[in-house]
């Protein structure tokens, strides 16, 4: 599957007021490269075994592929993963029919916060909110794999 999204910083706390969900996310890597990752994802007593490709469209869009695993070879495969974590809360918000995900960064990557959308083509215009912030789409440094390697924390 090919997933494309776009991704913003935030512009302001305003998106708060708005959230319809939340939950904490926990995840590793076993590889990650700018070819592509493979990531163990751990949410709401779930798991998740993500492999992403190289991205193209200027970070627009890359192959996807996601699995649901045991919970338990989830926390074992964890283990396997690189040293480093992303720890984060998800914040789901609808602003004009759009799911907006918000990750507020926890952890080595703390005062981090990231928006994205997924759309349904590269083309596909959205309604903007004012919290929304400058685009950083295709800018690897903000790239969850980039981020554990070079956390939010030591950047200048």
């Avoid at 916060?113 to 929304?132: C, M, V």
């Amino acid at each position: 599957m090919i997933e494309i999204e776009r991704k913003f910083l935030a512009a302001n706390d305003d998106w708060r007021n708005s959230i319809s969900r939340s939950y904490q996310i926990a995840q590793g890597y076993m590889c990650a490269d700018k070819r592509r990752s493979v990531r163990v994802r751990i949410r709401d007593q779930k798991a998740f075994l993500t492999i992403k490709g190289k991205s193209t469209d200027g970070g627009l869009s890359r192959y996807e592929w996601e699995k649901e695993i045991d919970y338990t070879d989830g926390i074992a495969l964890l283990t396997l993963c690189e040293p480093e974590q992303i720890e984060k809360i998800r914040h789901e918000v609808i602003f004009a029919g759009k799911k907006f995900e918000i990750d507020e960064f926890k952890g080595e990557n703390e005062g981090l916060i990231l928006i994205e959308i997924e759309l349904e083509n590269t083309d596909e215009s959205f309604e903007k909110p004012e919290w929304l912030g400058n685009e950083v789409t295709g800018d690897f440094r903000f790239y969850n794999s980039f981020l554990i390697k070079n956390p939010f924390k030591n950047w200048k």
